[in-house]
């Protein structure tokens, strides 16, 4: 009985991650926040059990930190854990792109093509970010390497909700454009190598911004 409870629960469970991960992202949970079962359960209309699963999924992301009897917080990461997270995204994101290189169909590019017009157009944070996500994951997803392109998307979502300072007014969404159409143009050129180096200095020119917001931003 309880497994048949907890099956029917996880899409209630993967919903409120989903909308919980998204508050993060965009700020609304700041680091050092408290999520509290019982509220939470309110706000989404639920029992506390699908709650309870939201929050461990996402304590395993390291979006959250769960202390016994004291509840969830939003983690509060510090320059060294970002480094190393930017670290492994650029290992992770490049050996991706070099096996999913030779893998990409004309379609597929085209697809990226657009993906970018779009997010050259795009104003709205929380839609930029959505449009991003896409795009790498677009570069990646002819790899076919499902256990490395879950543990890179997990590495982004640590990482996501500092592309929301970064990104107002804007004054960074055309540098990582221009980095993104470097990214395609050696893919469209047949090079492979070269889009590996403009994606790893895609990725350290990242990390210097989030690095360099981190240390701006008031300790909590």
Do not use: C
Not at 191 to 214: C, I, K, N, W
């Amino acid at each position: 009985m309880s497994s048949d409870r907890s099956a029917a629960a996880l899409p209630t469970a993967r919903h409120i991650a989903e909308a919980l991960r998204r508050d993060i992202d965009l700020g609304r949970l700041p680091a050092g926040a408290a999520l509290r079962q019982e509220e939470l359960a309110a706000r989404f209309g639920v029992s506390r059990l699908p709650v309870r699963e939201a929050l461990a999924h996402l304590e395993a992301e390291g979006l959250l930190v769960v202390h016994p009897n004291r509840g969830a917080f939003v983690t509060a990461p510090d320059a060294d854990e970002v480094r190393e997270l930017f670290d492994l995204r650029v290992l992770i994101e490049t050996d991706l792109l070099a096996r999913a290189a030779a893998q990409l169909t004309e379609r597929e590019l085209r697809r990226l093509e657009v993906l970018q017009q779009q997010l050259d157009l795009e104003d709205q944070p929380e839609e930029w970010l959505r449009l991003d996500r896409d795009f790498h994951h677009g570069l990646y997803a002819p790899a076919a390497r499902p256990h490395s392109l879950a543990l890179a998307a997990s590495l982004r979502a640590r990482v996501n909700r500092f592309y929301r300072s970064l990104f107002r007014p804007n004054q960074h969404a055309g540098t990582w454009g221009a980095e993104h159409r470097a990214i395609l143009a050696a893919l469209r050129h047949g090079d492979p190598d070269a889009a590996q180096r403009a994606l790893r200095a895609h990725l350290e020119h990242t990390a210097t911004l989030t690095l360099a917001s981190l240390q701006a931003a008031p300790e909590v």
